[in-house]
């Protein structure tokens, strides 16, 4: 199975990496257009600010290659609020592959959210085999609101998008890659779909 995480600049690359490598599969980082469509598995990181990180994906094309893809797609914190329509953070038009606007929390809570958090109305096969409420680990200060593409849901001031599904695209606003077992296990079910 090729593998490929996208490769534009954008954080916890590396951990993501060591993740899959602890499942028995290799990972090549690519920012390569050609070699993102051979892939059989993409994953779509993101640790950073929006707009910054939407104008890397413009300035190499990335932009208009990732909602044309086919195979699956998981997409990792600023990630999947990329794929969403809109982000607050820094007014940024995101690649619209879900019909959500990506808000911040409110001043009722403290931003960001750190820490560990439970998910909990678990709706597809990314979630095989995992319990509700079984803890995830968050580092965000925007969220995706509850929409009709929401697959799990976290609580932190409201109710919202632990992540999202449209098609072959997967999006969790939690970092599998440090959310220790039921991470692992979240991304051995990607790998597996």
């Known amino acids: 199975m090729k593998i490929v995480i996208i490769d534009y600049g954008a954080g916890n690359i590396q951990s ?13 980082l690519s920012d390569d257009a050609q070699e993102i ?3 059989d598995k993409v994953i779509f990181p993101g640790v950073g600010e929006a707009s910054s990180a939407m104008k890397k994906l413009r300035n190499s094309g990335l932009d208009k290659l990732i909602p044309n893809l086919k195979q699956p797609v998981l997409g990792i914190c600023l990630g999947m609020q990329l794929m969403c329509k809109t982000s607050e953070e820094g007014n940024t038009k995101g690649l619209c592959i879900f019909d959500v606007d990506v808000v911040r929390f409110s001043e009722n809570v403290k931003v960001p959210q750190i820490g560990w958090n439970q998910i909990s109305s678990l709706k597809s096969d990314l979630f095989k085999g995992i319990a509700e409420k079984e803890h995830i680990y968050l580092v965000h200060s925007f969220y995706a609101p509850l929409s009709a593409e929401t697959i799990a849901k976290a609580e932190y001031d ?12 997967y999006g969790t ?21």
């Not at 993501?16 to 090549?28: C, D, P, S």
């Open 173 to 193: 606003q939690f970092h599998p890659e440090k959310s220790s077992e039921v991470g692992a296990r979240i991304l051995e079910n990607f790998l597996g779909i």
């Open 16 to 28: 993501i990496k060591f993740a899959i490598k602890r499942l028995g599969y290799e990972a090549v």
């Open 158 to 169: 409201l109710p919202y998008s632990a992540a999202l599904q449209m098609n072959n695209f």
């Open 37 to 39: 469509e051979n892939a």
